[in-house]
């Protein structure tokens, strides 16, 4: 039978974050405050996300037989994170980022994906069971490319909304944005991708009707503090824009916020939420999720949200 499930098809890694009042330019050294060693990765943050926004997620994820692993599978089973999709590498480690976080909660992010690299569309097809149980799959560019556009393609094969979030970006060819129902970019990404410098609304209004001219069926394009735009068609000039929650505690750690509008957005829709109420959903989330540190583990939780 289908249900509401969510399918997140990416990577587990483990985050070594490091906060300073700057980030150091090229050939520096500066010295840091603190340090945090936490679960990170996209794919997972966005699980975590999903199932504490209310949400029924399983994870196709492959991650190393280590002590990094272990951190993974104690996450899922203390998230309430379904892991049938797990695939355990015997011979494989296990991937891992590097993140620099500065005095506003900005951070450039190294991110080696270790174990996720062998992710292949053999093993998507080993995973079918979940597609033909679930109403939507979530995916990205953090595992290899050819498994991404392979995920889509099952998924549209099998009737799921798809919502890609091409992050980091990469060019793909354009007949694989027709696989897209939501295609979710923050405004770098989404500049890349159109050549539009998305410095304003009114920039990322062109660039999300450019979206849509790829094919994607809605274009969501996140932009940090300024809020999120959506374009639902060429012809939405205006779209549907929401900035971002000013709640009165500041902003610490924006790591992982892109991840929490992704998950919370996936569980709004299948919930069947509107547009509309599906993005105040996930920008609300996302903005609480910067008010605390950590990757996975700032998701806020459904009663706060
Ligand atoms: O989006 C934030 C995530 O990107 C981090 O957790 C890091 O692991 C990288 O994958």
Same mark, same amino acid.
């Given at each position: ?8 098809? %990416? ?15 090229? %050939? ?32 196709i ?10 951190? %993974?599978?104690?996450?899922? /089973? ?6 049938e999709g797990?695939i ?5 480690? *296990? ?24 992710l292949n569309k053999k093993m998507i097809d080993q995973k079918v069971n979940l ?10 560019? /953090? ?27 990469? /060019? ?40 849509? /001219? ?7 394009? *996140? ?7 959506? *374009? ?25 916020? %892109? ?7 996936? *569980? ?38």
């Open positions: 039978m289908r249900k509401n499930k969510i399918i997140v098809i %990416g990577i587990f890694v483990v985050d070594l974050s490091f906060k300073s009042l700057k980030l150091p330019k090229p %050939g520096e050294t500066v010295i840091g405050d603190s340090y945090n060693i936490g679960p990170g990765g996209k794919g997972s943050n966005q699980c975590v996300a999903i199932a504490r926004a209310g949400g029924d997620v399983s994870f994820a492959r991650i190393g037989d280590d002590q990094f692993g272990k951190m %993974g599978l104690h996450l899922y /089973e203390s998230e309430n994170v379904g892991i797990l355990i590498a015997k011979d494989d480690k *296990t991937g891992s980022a590097a993140i620099s976080i500065d005095k506003f909660g900005m951070n450039s992010i190294i991110v080696v994906p270790g174990a996720s690299s062998g597609f033909n149980v679930s109403s939507i799959l979530l995916t990205g560019f /953090e595992i290899p490319l050819n498994t991404a556009i392979y995920s889509l393609k099952v998924a549209k094969s099998k009737k799921l909304k798809t919502i890609l979030n091409p992050a980091p970006f990469f /060019e793909i060819e354009q007949e694989s944005y027709k696989l897209v129902d939501y295609l979710t970019p923050n405004e770098h990404e989404a500049s890349v991708l159109t050549k539009t410098n998305i410095k304003t609304i009114d920039d990322a209004r062109i660039a999300g009707r450019k979206i849509c /001219e790829l094919g994607v069926g809605t274009s969501i394009i *996140t932009m940090g503090e300024k809020g999120v735009l959506c *374009t639902r068609n060429i012809n939405d000039t205006e779209g549907l824009y929401f900035p971002s929650f000013n709640f009165p505690n500041k902003v610490i750690d924006t790591v992982g916020a %892109g991840d929490v509008f992704n998950g919370a957005f996936a *569980t709004a829709i299948s919930e069947k939420m509107s547009l509309e109420e599906s993005l105040i959903f996930s920008n609300k989330a996302a903005s609480l999720s910067v008010r605390k540190e950590g990757a996975a583990l700032s998701a806020p939780y459904r009663n706060k949200i």
